[in-house]
């Protein structure tokens, strides 16, 4: 027993043998980030020493890993295939449709989603995704299904509150907006929920942002300024939620997304040129100040950005676009350095040992 656990932990098995990759369990958490591989094989080196039975640790076959996953593909491709047909079929004949066929149709788009999406959840009996044959598989595609349900859903709102209409006001679309991505959202926390994918969350992030265009729309508060920082407020919000948080399982996606939004907002909402600077200087405030207490990469690249746009905008004002470039490669030489710094004292703290003085 001891033996095999270490056949497969080490890099040069005995002659004659092939190297064993991690049992099936582990190399899900592994593929799923919740051990990394030197912490799987730490595990696995202490089952062996207890001389744990190996039961289900046995490598899952390569075989019937290709064999899923030419199942999975096929799902994906023939449910593809069938909502082209569909959006084909129905923008052909939308024009001719009545406002009562438009809405059912969308209706009943969502609803044949939302029931498919739901049929491997039921067939699971509240069984971990990890317990059931090709359970990732399924996880992935009831949580894509979720998610394009999510977006009909949205859809039919939107058809069943404006279609009716020959002319709707910036409020009525608003609230269709609102309306929409709420119930949108009900979908997609109970797929984050039982069947989280990266689709689904960055569906989450759309939805909310979404919500927001339509509090916008709503209350007519088009002042740039307000956008601009509320908008900020709301990616910078959605950074720290990926950060700080285990709301969302792919933290670092969120956190992207967040920076870029805030990014977004501080960097092209520049009609007030006073609100433009200050939004920047936030951006790169906050950016760096958390990369120095979590360094994850999206900090410092929203930071960098930011030096960068904010140094070409004010500088190229007074001096010109060339010694404007040449100011923003300085401040980004820089901010590279420092970073490298900072990485390498982190770095050597975390091995124990004392930073070099100069």
């Known amino acids: 027993m001891r033996t095999m656990f270490a056949d497969m932990l080490t890099n040069h098995p005995r002659p004659g043998m092939a190297a064993s990759p991690l049992p099936a369990p582990f190399g899900r958490l592994v593929a799923d980030h919740t051990l990394?591989?030197?912490?799987?094989?730490?595990?696995?080196?202490?089952?062996?020493?207890?001389?744990?039975?190996?039961?289900?640790?046995?490598?899952?076959?390569?075989?019937?890993?290709?064999?899923a996953r030419l199942a999975e593909i096929g799902a994906?491709?023939?449910?593809?295939?069938?909502?082209?047909?569909?959006?084909?079929?129905?923008?052909?004949?939308?024009?001719?449709?009545?406002?009562?066929?438009?809405v059912g149709v969308m209706a009943g788009v969502?609803?044949?989603?939302?029931?498919?999406?739901?049929?491997?959840?039921?067939?699971?009996?509240?069984?971990?995704?990890?317990?059931?044959?090709?359970?990732?598989?399924?996880?992935?595609?009831?949580?894509?299904?979720?998610t394009l349900g999510a977006l009909a859903g949205f859809g039919t709102v939107m058809v069943a509150m404006l279609s009716g209409q020959a002319k709707v006001t910036d409020a009525e679309v608003g609230w269709a907006l609102i309306v929409g991505a709420a119930l949108a959202l009900v979908a997609l926390v109970f797929a984050r929920w039982q069947a989280d994918t990266p689709l689904g969350e960055i569906a989450i992030f759309a939805?909310?942002?979404?919500?927001?265009?339509?509090?916008?729309?709503?209350?007519?508060?088009?002042r740039s300024v307000a956008i601009q920082w509320t908008l900020l407020a709301l990616g910078l919000t959605w950074a720290m939620v990926g950060t700080f948080t285990r709301l969302m399982r792919h933290r670092t996606l969120i956190t992207g997304l967040g920076l870029l939004e805030a990014f977004f907002a501080a960097a092209t909402i520049s009609e007030v040129t006073w609100s433009h600077r200050l939004a920047l200087a936030a951006l790169i405030a906050v950016s760096l100040g958390v990369y120095l207490l979590c360094p994850s990469w999206p900090y410092i690249t929203a930071g960098t950005l930011g030096a960068v746009v904010l140094t070409v905008t004010w500088v190229g004002e007074a001096v010109g676009p060339a010694v404007a470039l040449l100011a923003a490669g300085l401040v980004l030489l820089v901010l590279a350095g420092g970073a490298l710094v900072l990485r390498r004292q982190r770095t050597e703290t975390s091995d124990g040992s004392t930073p070099a003085r100069s």
């Open 76 to 102: 994906y491709l023939g449910a593809g295939l069938l909502v082209a047909a569909g959006i084909v079929v129905v923008a052909q004949q939308w024009a001719d449709m009545t406002y009562g066929v438009r």
């Open 36 to 67: 990394n591989e030197q912490q799987a094989k730490a595990v696995l080196r202490a089952l062996a020493d207890e001389r744990l039975p190996v039961g289900d640790l046995a490598p899952v076959s390569a075989p019937r890993n290709m064999v």
């Open 110 to 146: 969502a609803l044949v989603l939302l029931l498919a999406a739901a049929t491997p959840i039921a067939f699971r009996r509240h069984l971990a995704w990890a317990d059931l044959a090709n359970g990732d598989t399924l996880r992935r595609l009831s949580g894509s299904l979720f």
């Open 207 to 222: 939805a909310v942002t979404t919500a927001y265009i339509g509090v916008i729309q709503v209350t007519a508060y088009d």
